[in-house]
């Protein structure tokens, strides 16, 4: 058995796609399935069961001898929540009891960070452990993640394998529940659908030009094909950034979508969002060498390429993977 926990959501629910291509059926689903924005997500998928969350301990102390991995993807994912208590619940202090469970029973941990923990990359995006107590997250989200980084590597005992996967901006299909906080593919393509237009966040430091704010942005299948990796080699435990290395702007990602949806050009900008303003990250790229030397060799999708995928195959179809 593989146990995929959040496996309703954007990530997990893909990767239980993904396995279930690489011929894995015997599958345990963790989340809250009490969501109807996500069970298409999940309604087409090959599982043994669907397990509410809150279960999840109890049902794991009973079977633990059939499980063989747990690829730990469940999280409170809001980027903009302000309730510390409730990141701490789900985020830190749900991951450690996962983590004490693999120690205990003897299985190897996939878990999510995020890219988020780097804040605003005043120390780099380099997933060097020993960097990792120098980052600044700049919200309740970032933080928790950050928090539990930094707990498991003070773990004496880990698991016999584990990764802690720093994702950098996902997007792909099987977002469609996550609203705001849906990727920015997803957001223009709604945008454009509706409008013929694109608006993106305007610059508020001098250094960037309008819409010239990068990030790296990952494909959905690229992130799967790295924790399927480690589910299956099961060597060099660490904390791995999960992104292209490559980071492109605003303005190259709006242009692919018009380019996937054979629509012209009309782009235009707008203040970012006070709310969101002073946490707003300009930046990202990460560094994949460790990646690389731990045996990930694929290449990773172009934005162009993955973009044009996404809209064609999934968004203008309305599909789910």
């Avoid at 510390?84 to 469970?101: A, V």
């Avoid at 702007?249 to 979508?257: H, I």
Wanted: aromatic share 16%.
């Amino acid at each position: 058995m593989i146990v995929v926990t959040g496996a309703a959501g954007f990530i997990g629910s893909y990767m239980v796609g993904k396995l279930n291509q690489e011929g894995f059926q015997d599958l345990i689903l963790v989340d809250k399935f009490n969501d109807p924005l996500k069970i298409s997500n999940y309604i087409s998928k090959t599982y043994n069961q669907l397990l509410d969350r809150d279960n999840f301990f109890e049902w794991l102390n009973d079977n633990h001898q059939f499980v063989q991995c747990i690829i730990h993807l469940g999280a409170r994912t809001d980027t903009i929540g302000q309730e510390p208590e409730i990141y701490k619940q789900l985020n830190f202090d749900y991951s450690k009891r996962i983590w004490k469970s693999c120690v205990q029973f003897g299985l190897p941990l996939i878990y999510a960070s995020s890219a988020s923990t780097y804040g605003d990359g005043e120390f780099g995006f380099d997933d060097n452990h020993q960097l990792v107590d120098q980052f600044k997250p700049l919200n309740c989200y970032a933080q928790s993640k950050h928090d539990f980084d930094l707990w498991a590597l003070a773990q004496e005992k880990k698991p016999y394998f584990w990764a802690g996967l720093k994702f950098f901006n996902v997007f792909g299909p099987n977002e469609y529940h996550k609203g705001r906080m849906a990727s920015v593919v997803y957001q223009a393509f709604n945008r454009v659908s509706e409008t013929q237009k694109m608006t993106l966040f305007r610059s508020h430091r001098p250094a960037y030009k309008d819409g010239e704010q990068a990030r790296d942005f990952i494909y959905v299948d690229d992130v799967a094909d790295v924790m399927l990796h480690f589910m299956k080699t099961r060597k060099h435990s660490g904390i791995y950034n999960v992104g292209t290395g490559t980071a492109r702007t605003y303005v190259d990602l709006a242009k692919a979508v018009f380019k996937a949806m054979d629509m012209k050009e009309d782009i235009s900008f707008v203040d970012t969002p006070e709310d969101i303003r002073d946490n707003y990250q300009y930046y990202t790229c990460a560094k994949i060498e460790k990646l690389r030397i731990a045996g990930y060799n694929k290449p990773f999708t172009k934005l162009e390429d993955a973009i044009d995928d996404y809209i064609k195959s999934y968004l203008a179809a309305e599909y789910c993977y």
